[in-house]
């Protein structure tokens, strides 16, 4: 819930401060590094979090979530953290 309410700022404030050329004042460097750190936080807790397979099992083996993850969603999130 915390990434997606984060996604959510994201998506409405970094826009608005690029637009209308807000100065990144103290506050929002502390949001906005803080915020980095969170989405890389993310990135390392997917690696380790678990998966169900096709047949509705789920999946711990360390090897297999880290390679379905690089997969799919390991380069969306990588640029989006960047």
């Known amino acids: 819930v915390a990434i997606g309410l984060l996604i959510v700022f994201s998506v409405a ?3 608005l401060r690029l637009g209308f050329d807000i100065p990144a ?3 929002w460097m502390i ?3 803080t915020t980095d750190i969170l989405f890389t936080f993310d990135i390392f ?3 380790r979090t678990g998966f169900l397979d096709d047949h509705n099992s789920l999946v711990t083996v360390p090897a297999l979530i880290r390679n ?3 997969r799919f969603w390991f ?4 640029l989006s953290t960047v």
Do not use: K, N
């Open 13 to 15: 404030v970094v826009p």
């Open 25 to 27: 004042t103290t506050p």
């Open 31 to 33: 949001i906005d590094w």
């Open 45 to 47: 807790i997917t690696f």
């Open 68 to 70: 379905r993850y690089l």
């Open 75 to 78: 380069v969306i999130d990588l």
